[in-house]
């Protein structure tokens, strides 16, 4: 009786590793295709090494992550009774380049197909309502899709990165282009937008390397944050006259952009609009704009000539920094400030007049503005900068007014032809390195002097005469070097000079009273 149970047990084991058998030679046999038709659900763990992927026909959706980081998976087909791709569906499926799709769906939810980066080419169903944002993000080998009618949003970095993607066709629903929904297609050269299109989101263009012509519809009202940054090659732009804004790097580096008329509807443009739009010659200012903002022309070393409209209040940093062939410069009577470096590396600019209600010049307004021969600074003007006319090698004269009271450090150094001037302004201080390296032989310095700082008149070589409207044993000499590497020179005071005061200039200097 053992003896037969045993038996009938070894028998059981032997069919039962017969049929495991017969089943692992009909996987090998199926390489790596697999069709689930026969199962409810598909699941990562289903297809986790497989290439080819069918869908079976009683899946409504593709869950959210379903084949999140599958690397296996080349080739999928959906079919007709899928209405939804969810959320990092197929994110990162590196290796996927043949999609069948429903004809049925109508939503492609977020990140659905985003760094799919060997998919070349999709057709999307018109049942298609929804595409979500980042849905083909990074797939950086697609070369054609089409967007369905039905799209009214082309969402957020919809095609972001979309390196390939040579040609689109925006339907006419479309009201809205998000941020970054076509930022990066760098090889993306036409798109024509249709006349619904009333919103262009943030940086929607940007990157858009090879990008030559594209509209602006005349129902947008904002150019926003660097919606065409980095558009190496747009060499043309039309701004409709419902624009009333432009946002901050909107042009930035367009080095193609020649020409640009800027409509009397706008009434700001943002920092850096138009920074290193190197071939920028032409443009024309809106009438109704209050500020030139922080960076607008900054290196547009092409542009020559342009008028600042007298509604403008400030011009703010960097404004026209390293306009290299910018010539001459009138500022309007509204403006009462200049910032930082406003015009600093122009070295082609030669006059610049008008100024007259500024109160205060900033920083290094004209350092570098080395064919700079004439300026008149204003009668209200209380502050010139730090550096402000460093290394403006052909300035010779710069008529200062009473107003001033405060000059900057290293405000004349560099100034070569620089011989003669007369403070009569109300200014307390010379600050360090104010005459550095300059050419000066004859100063007049005011009563109002209380302070001459360290180095303030370092490597004067040609200074000859220095004469004081004040008792000169009065003044703060904050310093052992401030006349370092000057030669002898003649000091004229009303009173007779200290021993310990003369131990501040050159030896051999000679001292008189007047």
Not at 282 to 290: F, H, K, M, P, Y
């Amino acid at each position: 009786m053992i003896l037969s149970v045993k038996l009938i047990l070894l028998l059981i084991s032997i069919l039962i590793l017969i049929f495991l058998i017969i089943v692992a030679i009909k996987l090998i046999n199926k390489k790596n295709s697999i069709n689930i038709s026969s199962v409810p659900i598909v699941t990562t763990s289903t297809v986790a090494t497989t290439s080819t992927v069918v869908i079976p026909n009683n899946i409504v959706e593709i869950k959210d992550k379903e084949f999140f980081n599958n690397t296996k998976l080349t080739n999928i087909i959906i079919p007709d009774t899928v209405t939804t791709i969810g959320n990092n569906a197929f994110f990162g499926c590196v290796n996927l380049k043949n999609i069948t799709l429903s004809k049925n769906i109508t939503s492609i939810n977020k990140n659905a197909f985003h760094s799919c980066s060997m998919l070349q080419n999709i057709i999307l169903p018109d049942s298609v309502m929804v595409l979500d944002d980042n849905a083909f993000s990074n797939c950086s080998n697609l070369t054609t899709i089409n967007i369905p009618n039905n799209i009214t949003s082309i969402s957020s970095g919809l095609f972001e990165n979309c390196s390939r993607l040579n040609n689109i066709t925006i339907p006419n629903n479309v009201t809205t282009i998000n941020k970054n929904a076509f930022n990066g297609c760098s090889v993306l050269q036409n798109i024509i937008l249709p006349d619904s299109v009333m919103v262009l989101d943030d940086n929607a263009f940007s990157n858009c390397s090879n990008l030559t012509t594209i509209n602006i519809p005349n129902n947008i009202t904002s150019i926003s944050s660097g919606l065409f940054e980095n558009c190496s090659s747009l060499s043309n732009i039309t701004i409709p006259n419902n624009v009333n804004s432009i946002k901050n790097d909107a042009f930035n580096n367009c080095m193609s952009l020649q020409n640009i008329n800027i409509p009397n509807t706008v009434n700001t443009i943002g920092d850096n609009a138009f920074s290193n739009c190197f071939n920028l010659n032409t443009i024309n200012l809106s009438e109704n704009l209050t500020n030139i903002s922080s960076g607008l022309f900054k290196n547009c070393s092409s542009l020559s000539n342009i008028i600042i409209p007298d509604s403008v209040i400030n011009i703010n940093n960097n404004a026209f920094y390293g306009c290299s062939m910018l010539q001459n410069i009138i500022i309007p009577d509204n403006v009462n400030t200049v910032g930082d470096s406003v015009f600093m590396n122009c070295n082609g600019l030669s006059s610049v007049s008008g100024s007259k209600n500024v109160t205060t010049m900033g920083n290094n307004v004209f350092d570098g503005c080395t064919s700079l021969t004439f300026i008149v600074i204003g009668s209200n003007t209380t502050r010139l900068g730090d550096y402000i006319f460093n290394n403006c090698k052909k300035l010779n004269n710069i008529p200062l007014p009473k107003s001033v009271t405060h000059i900057g450090i290293g405000a004349f150094m560099g100034c070569t032809l620089l011989n003669n001037m007369i403070l009569i302004a109300n200014v307390n201080i010379i600050n360090s390195m104010l005459f550095k390296n300059s050419g000066m032989t004859n100063i007049i310095l005011p009563a109002s002097i209380t302070d001459i700082d360290d180095l303030a008149f370092e490597n004067c070589t040609k200074l000859d005469t220095i004469l004081f409207k004040s008792d000169i044993n009065l003044i703060n000499f904050n310093g052992k070097l401030i006349f370092k590497g000057c030669p002898p020179m003649t000091i004229i005071s009303p009173v007779s000079v200290s021993n310990t005061t003369k131990l501040v200039f050159p030896p051999n200097s000679i001292f008189t009273i007047q």
